[in-house]
T-cell receptor
């Protein structure tokens, strides 16, 4: 079982609200990632970080933002949620030098 | 997906049978990985095969890689109902000075008891 945590697990929120999805890992990994996944579909990388104060946008354009102030913490923020943001958000981490990624349990977001 | 395509999209087998899933990709890779995802959960890493390897085993899992055909297969032997899940291949490719992991669309496996 990977030591990577996401909260909340489920979130239902109204349009226009600001939300922050939390992701923490206790493995000391340098690299962290956020993926977006619709039900039964592939994962799309939306943000990644290779270390503290380093963040990059991924392949899928996203209106969300991320920060990496501490190694273990990689929160994702949506300033104004919309129904199009309804999806599952998966956080992952990996150690420099290995390809394997460790995933959190995901946050299923529904915007009404 | 531009990089990873999996076949079949869905597979239903009887417990005890073997399950084979295939993954094809388009560009050169550093390695190829297989992950498992139970419904509504995060992904769990199963096995990684490097571009210079042809076959790898882990318990009931056997992965092959054919870089000339740009394809890989995952074989689960003696399947169990608990193997029911979605299985994703992911290719690690070099992008500028870093590496990126690109996931396929997945195969949904149902193992009937």
């Amino acid at each position: 079982e990977a030591d990577i945590y996401q909260t909340p697990r489920y979130l239902v929120i109204g349009t226009g609200k600001k939300i922050t999805l939390e992701c923490s890992q206790t493995m000391g990994h340098d690299k962290m990632y956020w993926y977006q996944q619709d039900p039964g579909m592939e994962l799309h990388l939306i943000h990644y970080s290779y270390g503290v104060n380093s963040t990059e946008k991924g392949d899928l354009s996203s209106e969300s933002t991320v920060s990496r102030i501490r190694t273990e913490h990689f929160p994702l923020t949506l300033e104004s949620a919309r129904p199009s943001h309804t999806s599952q958000y998966l956080c992952a981490s990996s150690s420099t030098g290995t390809g394997e990624q460790y995933f959190g349990p995901g946050t299923r977001l529904t915007v009404t | 997906s531009q990089q990873g395509e999996e076949d079949p999209q869905a597979l239903s087998i009887q417990e005890g049978e073997n399950a084979t899933m295939n993954c094809s990709y388009k560009t050169s890779i550093n390695n190829l990985q297989w992950y498992r995802q139970n419904s509504g959960r995060g992904l769990v890493h199963l096995i990684l095969i490097r571009s210079n390897e042809r076959e790898k085993h882990s318990g009931r899992l056997r992965v092959t890689l054919d870089t000339s055909k740009k394809s890989s297969s995952l074989l689960i032997t003696a399947s169990r109902a608990a193997d029911t899940a979605s299985y994703f291949c992911a290719t690690e490719i070099r992008m500028d000075s870093s590496y990126k992991l690109i996931f396929g669309s997945g195969t949904r496996l149902l193992v009937r008891p």
